[in-house]
């Protein structure tokens, strides 16, 4: 068992909708949760960042953490094509760990006009 | 600002020879993390270098090595290639203080080892 678990989809909703993307995680020594945008071919982009359970808003995007069911959230209101991505989610030990990250497998997000 | 900078974009090696791919980290960083993406999967954490020296190394063989300089910048060496190492190489820097985890990417160096 991977010790972060990401549903690959894809994902395909129409503009306007609300987007629910989500991670499982097995490793309870997990503090520092992040979502990150992927377009293709390309690095990363840091979206949202988390420490220890509790909601987080920015525009558009809430990021949730539950860390007593190792469940984390990202929700995207008023989708748009731009948002059309790979969404992935990374979370870290603490710092004796070095916050390597433990990446899921993204989803695929594709929101259609 | 310049973010996360990475040389070179593409590369193509094959199978058996060594590559060094280099990374300059954001301004104000001073630590640096090597991942390896294959197509369709997450990274995976390869090492971190802060303060020059290796502070934390993921499940990679020794063939992959790495160096940081006085100026923070970092370079990853590959040897002895194999088809296996083609993925996309990421390097994230970050702050080197506890409580402060944010990591911010590089473009990628697309490494192709034929």
């Known amino acids: 068992q991977k010790e972060v678990e990401q549903d690959p989809g894809p994902l395909s909703v129409p503009e306007g909708a609300i987007v629910s993307l989500n991670c499982t995680y097995s490793n309870s020594a997990f503090q520092y949760f992040m979502w990150y945008r992927q377009y293709s071919r390309k690095g990363p982009e840091l979206l949202m960042y988390?420490?220890?359970?509790g909601n987080k808003e920015d525009g558009r995007f809430t990021a949730q953490v539950d860390k007593s069911s190792k469940y984390i959230s990202l929700f995207i209101r008023d989708s748009q094509p731009s948002d059309s991505a790979t969404y992935l989610c990374a979370m870290s030990a603490d710092w004796n760990s070095g916050y390597a990250l433990n990446f899921g497998k993204g989803t695929s997000l594709l929101v259609t006009p | 600002d310049a973010g996360v900078t990475q040389s070179p974009t593409h590369l193509i090696k094959t199978r058996g020879q060594q590559v060094t791919l280099r990374c300059s980290p954001k301004?104000?960083?001073?630590?640096v993390s090597w991942y390896q993406q294959a197509l369709g999967q997450g990274p995976q954490f390869i090492f971190q270098?802060?303060?020059?020296?290796?502070?934390q190394r993921g499940n990679f063989p020794d063939r992959f090595s790495g160096h940081q300089f006085p100026n923070y910048s970092s370079e990853l060496n590959v040897n002895a290639l194999w088809l296996g190492d083609s993925a996309l190489y990421l390097c994230?820097?970050?702050?080197?203080?506890?409580?402060?985890?944010?990591?911010?990417f590089g473009p990628g160096t697309r490494l192709t080892v034929l």
């Open positions: 988390t420490y220890s359970s």
């Open positions: 270098y802060y303060e020059e020296e290796e502070r």
């Open positions: 994230a820097s970050s702050l080197g203080l506890p409580g402060d985890n944010e990591q911010f």
């Open positions: 301004s104000g960083h001073d630590t």
